[in-house]
């Protein structure tokens, strides 16, 4: 009786239960995790909703700086597509954006499959290979900028010891030759973070499957077609999604190294979007600009997400 | 480590962190420290100046501290944008060129202090009230212009038998050519960059009678054969004087080409020479300086205006207009030019004939230069709609394109529909 009597006592007092309970009640998985995503969330929130946010309400508003806005709906994006500069930034960015991103696919890919092999040095050569991905992009784009000069470039040097005439090719003079420029620079930059990635990727590949598929007769091209490629292909999806919007929304080494020019020929969303954010002074008009890269990058990352759900 | 010696330790942090969080607060409240925003000079004997000597004048004979902040070149525009939106961050601020009329609703209005200043110090140079008053009230006190003249090679100029500038576009197109023809081309900067574009090439426009929009500031008038006569002058003057490398020059392009002897002609400001005879003597002895040619319709110049306002929102803006007031009466502005060479050229009649001027003689013609200079949009006036024009590039676009092989008046109809865009918005 007594012994039946104490849980009894025991639940005619709650007020002593409820440490217990809460205790309980933060023990359940969906309150923890919740209360584990509340500062990233709130992070995210205030240093990327807000951001965003402020900036889709400042681009339907004549906003100059200094002076209060006005609504004015969808007009700066009516002037945006009015503007020929405009279209020939849209073009640019997608152009750079493409070519860099296959260049650095193609790349990092042979990047890692020759780091994954044994040689000598293999680590030191594969910490080397990031260099280009730590050195801050200002200074390696100043390096390069020394490097495209005409009269002091080794790549000049090199052509004119070939033969070319002096001064050689003008590497940022030229408008084709300044998008090219731009587009290597990025890729040389870019590269290490496909190499590193997919050899992570690389590694996680049992070696079981390969000898299997040696015993069955399959030439090297064969092992990497349908051994390393489909084992490889989600992570080679994300790096991309990665690649696409940093290179999409690249900043600094056109700012360092062209400013857009010559003649807009390297001129970039984000480049063009500071000239007129910043430089004019119309904020309101600039946050347009951004955000004609929204439509795009959602599309793209709505489409790999899809792809990759569907082949998971 | 002891849990007192640890909670000692909090003690003091937490002490130390309220100090630090209430004392400027307190130092502004008794108006007692200014803090003055500058970009960095690109003659650092000048920022020095006025962080060691003026500034610590001042506080000798007022008591108030003014604090000298320096940011890179090229990022003063941003840094007064984040001040004005955000509301703090610097009591006085350094214009550079459109900065009065993109920011004049947060500015003070100067316009007692620089009547006074124009009274006690010769007059105002015209220019300087194009370059700082903004609907009839002047938003910065005018400093100084950075003018943009033509730097040349003497020693290459006489293989060619010329010893003296030539005069008008056209003779000095001719000199190129035969310069080129001996391997030593012009580079004029045709690209990206902030100053050295823009530098000659309004005054090329202008003198062929050209200019992008009327009086009015809102009729587009960059359509004319005026306008086309001046374009199909730089196509042939960079084709056959430049070098091709010239259309990706941004502003130190020119500087770098110059000291490694590149180039025997250029558009820039007096820092080549002065950066040539401080670090290349040889070339600076060889370098020298005159205004720009003539063209059919005059002589123009480039105002790189420097000037000084107060943020209205400055808790300590009537101690900031105070020390302007006293820079710019007393013999501390003299000094403070001084500090640079001529590099700044004061817009004050009373510095016509100052000492600074016997310093380098090869620098007067800053100083003639600037009865014909504008800034960019003249004939009208400076507003913003000027600084979307000038940061979007559209003059320097529609030279550089006709320089790269485009039709005259396909340049023109773009620029014309950008301009109209941004005019008549």
């Known amino acids: 009786m007594t012994i039946r009597s104490e849980p009894l006592i025991g639940v005619a007092r709650p007020a002593r239960r409820r440490p217990a309970s809460l205790a309980a009640w933060l023990d359940r998985e969906s309150v923890f995790s919740w209360l584990m995503m509340a500062l990233p969330l709130l992070f995210l929130a205030a240093l990327v909703g807000y951001p965003f946010c402020y900036g889709i309400l400042l681009s339907l508003m004549n906003r100059p700086v200094a002076q209060p806005g006005t609504f004015v709906g969808l007009q700066n994006f009516i002037t945006d597509f009015h503007d020929p500069v405009f279209w020939r930034v849209a073009v640019n960015t997608f152009v750079y954006t493409g070519v860099a991103t296959l260049l650095k696919m193609v790349g990092g890919l042979c990047l890692a499959l020759a780091m994954n092999q044994n040689f000598r040095m293999k680590n030191i050569v594969r910490a080397l290979l990031l260099l280009p991905f730590i050195v801050p992009t200002v200074l390696s784009t100043v390096a390069w900028m020394w490097m495209l000069d005409p009269a002091f470039s080794v790549v000049n040097r090199l052509l004119i010891g070939l033969g070319m005439p002096r001064p050689g090719p003008s590497w940022l003079g030229n408008p084709t030759l300044a998008m090219i420029s731009i587009i290597v620079i990025n890729t040389w930059r870019g590269l290490p973070f496909y190499g590193i990635t997919l050899l992570a990727g690389l590694q996680t590949v049992p070696p079981e499957l390969y000898e299997a598929a040696t015993i069955d007769g399959a030439s090297g091209w064969q092992r990497f077609r349908y051994v390393t490629l489909p084992l490889l292909q989600p992570i080679i999806l994300i790096v991309t999604l990665f690649s696409v919007i940093f290179t999409f929304a690249d900043f600094q080494l056109v700012y360092v190294l062209t400013h857009g020019g010559p003649q807009n020929a390297t001129q970039l969303f984000a480049t063009y979007a500071f000239d007129i954010g910043m430089g004019a002074g119309q904020l309101g008009l600039g946050a347009s600009v951004a955000l004609m890269m929204l439509p795009a990058l959602a599309l793209l990352i709505v489409a790999l997400t899809l792809y990759m759900r569907r082949s998971g | ?425």
Not at chain 2, 15 to 29: Q, V
Request: proline share 5%; with cysteine.
């Open chain 2, 1 to 425: 480590m002891s849990s007192a010696s640890r909670r000692d330790f909090l003690k003091i942090g937490v002490a130390g962190a309220g100090a630090a969080a209430l004392m400027p607060t307190a130092g502004r409240a008794a108006g007692k420290s200014i803090t003055m925003l500058h970009e960095s000079s690109f003659i650092p004997a000048f920022d020095a100046y006025m962080k060691n000597t003026i500034a610590a004048a001042y506080q000798k004979a007022t008591g108030v501290e003014v604090i000298y902040e320096t940011t890179s070149v090229g990022s003063l525009p941003t840094r007064v944008s984040t001040i004005t939106e955000t509301g703090s961050g610097a009591d006085v601020t350094m214009d550079i060129l459109l900065t009065p009329f993109l920011f004049d609703e947060k500015f003070e209005d100067l316009t007692d202090i620089a009547d006074e200043v124009g009274k006690k110090q010769g007059g105002w140079y015209d220019v300087a009230k194009e370059a700082a008053v903004v609907n009839g009230k002047w938003k910065a006190l005018p400093f100084s212009n950075i003018g943009q003249l033509m730097n040349w090679r003497t020693d290459w100029f006489k293989e060619v038998g010329v010893t003296k500038f030539p005069d008008t576009w056209e003779e000095l197109y001719e000199v190129g050519k035969k310069l080129k023809a001996k391997g030593h081309p012009f580079g004029f900067e045709l690209g990206h960059g902030f100053g050295d574009n823009h530098g000659w090439m309004y005054p090329l426009l202008w003198s062929y009678g050209g200019h992008e929009v009327e009086a009015d500031g809102k009729t587009v008038s960059i359509d004319s054969a005026e306008t086309a006569k001046a374009i199909d002058f730089c196509r042939k003057f960079f084709q056959d004087t430049m070098l091709e490398d010239c259309l990706g020059w941004t502003d130190v392009s020119n500087n770098k080409a110059w000291m490694s002897e590149q180039i025997s002609c250029t558009n820039n400001a007096e820092s080549i020479l002065y950066i040539a005879k401080r670090d290349f003597p040889e070339i600076g002895k060889v370098t020298d300086q005159a205004m720009n040619p003539e063209g059919p319709k005059g002589r123009f110049h480039f105002m790189n205006s420097i000037s000084h306002s107060v943020f209205s929102f400055s808790p300590v803006k009537q101690e900031a207009k105070e020390f302007l007031r006293w820079l710019m009466t007393t013999n501390a502005l003299g000094d403070w030019y001084n500090s640079a060479d001529s590099y700044y050229q004061p817009l004050l009649h009373a510095y016509d004939n100052a000492p600074m001027w016997d310093v380098e003689p090869r620098n007067r013609p800053y100083r003639d230069a600037l009865a014909t200079a504008h800034l960019p949009g003249w004939p009208a006036p400076a507003s913003p709609k000027l600084a979307q024009s000038v940061a979007r590039y559209v003059v320097v676009d529609m030279f550089a394109k006709a320089a790269s092989g485009a039709k005259t008046p396909e340049v023109i109809k773009t620029a014309e529909a950008q301009l109209k865009g941004i005019y008549q918005a």
